[in-house]
């Protein structure tokens, strides 16, 4: 029987992640390169990967960064 294995994300991750996945992602070969990083990255229980692992976890091909620096607000 296999194990089954959980991983932890923050919010902030995971809402960027899905951003990447819907705005960026090119392949079903991205989300799988996603999936491994994530495992690879979250090696114990309890590892939450943050937004300090984003550019860990976005293929490589991918030039845009992530930088809290440049988010926007709503405009009306």
């Known amino acids: ?8 994300v923050s919010l ?26 994530m495992s690879e990255l979250s090696w114990g229980d309890g590892v939450k990967l943050t937004m300090n692992e984003y550019d860990s976890i976005i293929p490589k091909h991918y030039t845009k960064t992530y930088s809290p ?3 926007t607000t709503p405009t009306e």
């Open 12 to 37: 902030p991750l995971i809402l960027r992640l899905f951003e990447y996945i819907r705005e960026e992602a090119t392949s079903d070969e991205d989300l799988h390169f996603m999936a491994e990083r």
């Open 1 to 8: 029987m296999q194990q089954t294995k959980h991983i932890l």
């Open 69 to 71: 620096s440049i988010e």
